[in-house]
């Protein structure tokens, strides 16, 4: 593999120089035609410009290339699940755990995945298994917390919930979390307060909008 060549060609990708990068990727393959790196970062590309499933044909072929390289199993599962292939998606990011069982970033994508599809109790398994790879990122333990709840586990959801919210008040996903927590449990006014800094800090996300109309109504209900 000719180094030189695809860091080059990496630094136009970073710099947004995208046709550059494209041609630069492409002439690594005249001369290395299975470069898996090559290969997997036209695929990249690909994707980053809306068009799936040209990445994916560049990410099966960098498998192709070198099937044992965790990083492209995993590229391929987002690039399939983001075109609505969700079992493959889900499929060949497992296989990337398979190939690195120590990749927290593997498992924090199939918890995502998993919820995206409402298998809350595989979500949460997910996130506690990359929780315990890295455990100091709060996210993870977010991601749990959630499938946890969605999963009709409101006592181990405060638990990882609460946690993450004392380490890191700044993560919408824990006020919403706790918000839905807390208004199970009865407590309207501290739910409305989480949920009012969950749209402070994402104004946008309509989940979190309707959830705050219903607090509301709740609280005007019992007045």
Known sequence: MNTSKLEQAVSLHQEGKL???????LDILVDEPENGEALKLLGVMACQKNNT??????????????????EYHLVLGRALFEAGEYNDGINSVTKSGEIDPGRADVYATLGYFHQHIQNFPVAQRAYERAAV??????????????????AGQADIASEYLSAAFEEDG??????YGLALVKADAGDIGLAEELIAKAIALEPENPEYNRLQSQLSESASDKA
């Open 19 to 25: 046709e550059e990068a494209e041609q630069a990727y």
């Open 133 to 150: 790879i890295e455990p100091d990122n709060v996210k993870f333990r977010v991601g749990a917390g959630l499938s946890a709840y969605f």
């Open 53 to 70: 499933e040209e990445g994916i044909s560049y990410l099966e072929a960098a498998i192709e290339a070198d099937p044992e390289v965790s």
């Open 170 to 175: 700044s993560i919408h996903q824990a006020c």
